[in-house]
């Protein structure tokens, strides 16, 4: 199992997260390896998550590649980074795509938590 097929199994057996409980929308994640692509559709309501496996409609498109959508499943790359530097791409809802970022796990390291150059 990838890093990525595990990260959305998480989200499967998790089923809630009370950090999106004002949130109502969908997000599709085209997974691009190659000439394969792999679609998984996360829908959010109040809280409630279902994820699924396909190409339906989503308020939010992120398109990304496989090497880039397993380093965020470690934790060890930050979407936003991985935006700003044109790695993932968004169509639809921003901001939506941004709240999704919290769902990725975080790398620990020292850097993260202490000092004033955090990853500038």
Same mark, same amino acid.
């Given at each position: !199992?990838?890093?990525?097929?595990?990260?959305?199994?998480?989200?499967?057996?998790?089923?809630?997260?009370?950090?999106?409980?004002?949130?109502?929308?969908?997000?599709?994640?085209?997974?691009?390896?190659?000439?394969?692509?792999?679609?998984?559709?996360?829908?959010?309501?109040?809280?409630?998550?279902?994820?699924?496996?396909?190409?339906?409609?989503?308020?939010?498109?992120? !398109?990304?590649?496989?090497?880039?959508?397993?380093?965020?499943?470690?934790?060890?790359?930050?979407?936003?980074?991985?935006?700003?530097?044109?790695?993932?791409?968004?169509?639809?809802?921003?901001?939506?795509?941004?709240?999704?970022?919290?769902?990725?796990?975080?790398?620990?390291?020292?850097?993260?938590?202490?000092?004033?150059?955090?990853?500038?």
């Amino acid at each position: !199992m990838t890093a990525t097929s595990a990260f959305f199994e998480r989200l499967t057996v998790a089923g809630q997260d009370p950090r999106f409980s004002k949130v109502c929308g969908s997000v599709r994640f085209d997974i691009r390896d190659g000439g394969h692509l792999e679609q998984w559709l996360l829908e959010i309501d109040h809280g409630r998550m279902r994820v699924t496996r396909g190409a339906d409609p989503a308020t939010t498109v992120i !398109m990304v590649s496989a090497q880039v959508a397993e380093a965020m499943a470690r934790g060890e790359v930050n979407g936003l980074a991985a935006i700003t530097r044109g790695e993932i791409l968004v169509d639809g809802d921003l901001g939506l795509a941004l709240r999704i970022g919290r769902l990725f796990p975080r790398a620990p390291g020292p850097s993260r938590s202490s000092g004033p150059d955090r990853g500038a």
